[in-house]
C-alpha cells in the first residue's frame, strides 16, 4: 500500500493493455526544451485534453462511448452518459510521449521545425521508478512506470495494411471482455480509472507512422468514498499555450530520496571475467576517497543488451562515477579490453541515452554544444550518445 501525508492510497492499475517491450524510446522537441529537460534534469507529462491535437481524446472517446452503451445497469452506465454529452472533458490524465524511432521525417517536421532533437529515454530494467519531482520526500513513494503503445484506429481493414493498425471492430472486442469483468466486478470509480487510461491510448490510423508510446499518470482517487481527490492536484502547474494556461505535472526519475551515500551499484551483461576485475579494481579506488564503502555491488541476471553498470542514489554518487569512469577510461586505451562498450548511467537522473540533432543548417554547432554540456556540466551524461539525424536538410520555406 502506497502512503501519502499518512492517508492509505488507492493506485488503480487495470491495466488495458500490455505494457511496451522494454527499451529505448524517443522524445521529440524543439532545442529550447531540450535545454530546459537537461537543466531541471526532469521531464514535462501535459493533461491529456491539452494535448497537441485535440481530436486524439475525440477519438478513443467516441469508440468508449459506443462499448460503455452496451451494458445496461451497471457501472459503466453512469459513464456512458458523461461520455455522450462530453468530449473526455471529465478525463484526468497526464502523458508524456515517445516514438519506436529516433529519426522519422513526419516528427522532424511536427514538433522541430526550426531544430530540434529526438531524446531516447530507457524504460527498461534499468529504469525502476519515477517520483512527482514537486512533492516533498515524506509525501510519496517511487511510482512504477507504466509506458503503453498506441493504437491505431482504421474504420475499414481494407484501406489500412499495416501490422501496428487495428479496426474499430477488432479494438471493441479486445476491450469487451475487460469492461464485462470490471462492470460486474468493479463500482463506478474503477471503471472510470480503466476508461480514463484507455482513452488516451487511441488515436487514428493516418498517424501510424508515428510508433507512439505514452506513459501514463493517472490522478486517481482516496479510497474514502471516492470523494477526495488524489494529492496529485497538488503538484500541477500550467504553461501559457495560445491564449490557454495547459496544466502539467513534473516528474523525475529514480526516487525522491537522496541517501547519504550510494548504497547499490548494479552491472548489467558483464561477462563474469570482467566483473570479477571490476570489483577488484573498483572497490581499492573508492576506498582511498572513501574509507568504508557500504555500496553493495549486484549481478542482475537475464540481460542481453549492452554491457551496463548502473550506480544507485547518494549524495557521493559523483565520486563513484569518477572512481568507475576512471577504471573504464583506462580500459578503453588497452589492446585486451575487459571492458569494451560498457556505459556507466546513474540513478536519480533522467534515464536518457541518446541525442539525435533534426536536419537543421548549424546541426554540427548544435552537437558539439550538446557534447560540451553534457561533458562539462552534467557528468551523469557522460555516455549519453549525440549525433545527427541523416536526413537531408531542406531550408524552410
Known amino acids: 500500500m502506497t502512503y501519502i501525508s499518512g492517508i492509505p492510497v488507492k493506485r488503480l492499475d487495470d491495466k488495458c493493455k500490455e505494457p511496451a517491450t522494454p ?36 477519438k478513443g472517446v467516441h469508440l468508449l462511448k459506443e462499448l460503455c452503451s452496451q451494458h445496461k445497469g451497471g457501472p459503466l452506465e453512469k459513464y456512458t452518459n458523461q461520455l455522450e454529452y462530453g ?14 524511432a529516433n529519426d ?32 516533498p ?12 503503445p498506441v493504437w491505431y484506429v482504421a474504420e475499414d481493414s481494407q484501406v489500412y495494411k499495416e501490422k501496428k493498425i487495428i479496426t474499430e471492430n477488432n479494438l471493441i472486442e479486445e476491450l469487451m471482455e475487460k469492461l464485462e469483468t470490471l462492470d460486474k466486478l468493479s463500482d463506478e470509480q ?39 481527490t488524489f494529492p496529485l492536484n497538488k503538484y500541477v502547474q500550467y504553461s501559457p499555450m495560445e491564449g490557454l494556461k495547459r496544466p502539467y505535472i513534473t516528474i523525475g526519475f529514480g526516487k525522491n530520496r537522496m541517501d547519504s551515500h550510494v548504497k547499490e551499484v548494479r552491472l548489467y551483461g558483464l561477462k563474469r571475467s570482467s566483473e570479477k576485475e571490476l570489483r577488484r579494481l573498483m572497490l581499492p579506488a573508492h576506498i582511498r576517497k572513501k574509507r568504508n564503502p557500504e555500496y553493495r555491488i549486484i549481478h542482475e541476471k537475464g540481460w542481453a543488451g549492452t554491457p551496463q553498470i548502473v550506480i544507485g542514489q547518494g549524495k557521493d554518487q559523483e565520486d563513484v562515477f569518477e572512481a568507475l569512469d576512471r ?71
Not at 104 to 110: D, F, I, M, T, Y
Request: include cysteine; proline fraction near 3%.
Open 327 to 397: 577504471i573504464l577510461t583506462a580500459d578503453a586505451g588497452q589492446d585486451n579490453r575487459l571492458f569494451p562498450d560498457v556505459k556507466l548511467w546513474c540513478e536519480g537522473h533522467l534515464p536518457i541515452r541518446t541525442i539525435m540533432v533534426s536536419p537543421c543548417q548549424n546541426q554540427k554547432e548544435v552537437i558539439e554544444s550538446i557534447r560540451h554540456y553534457c561533458l562539462h556540466k552534467k557528468y551523469w551524461m557522460k555516455y549519453v550518445e549525440i549525433g545527427g539525424s541523416s536526413t537531408p536538410y531542406r531550408r524552410p520555406k
Open 87 to 100: 468530449s473526455g472533458e471529465d478525463i484526468d490524465c497526464y502523458i508524456a510521449c515517445f516514438c519506436g
Open 137 to 148: 520526500d515524506n509525501e510519496q513513494e517511487p511510482q512504477k512506470i507504466h509506458l503503453y
Open 23 to 58: 527499451g529505448i524510446y524517443y522524445h521529440y522537441t524543439s532545442l529550447e526544451t531540450l535545454w530546459a529537460i537537461l537543466d531541471s534534469d526532469t521531464l514535462r507529462a501535459t493533461q491529456a485534453r491539452f494535448s497537441n491535437d485535440s481530436e486524439e481524446i475525440k
Open 104 to 135: 522519422v521525417l513526419s516528427q522532424w517536421r511536427g514538433y522541430c521545425r526550426n531544430d530540434g532533437v529526438s531524446i531516447g529515454f530507457a524504460f527498461d530494467e534499468t529504469q525502476r521508478c519515477f517520483y512527482f519531482s514537486d512533492a
Open 190 to 228: 474503477t471503471c472510470k480509472v480503466f476508461i480514463d487510461a484507455t482513452i488516451p491510448l487511441i488515436k487514428h490510423a493516418g498517424f501510424c507512422e508515428e510508433d507512439e508510446y505514452r506513459l501514463i499518470i493517472q490522478n486517481t482517487l482516496l479510497e474514502h468514498g471516492g470523494k477526495v
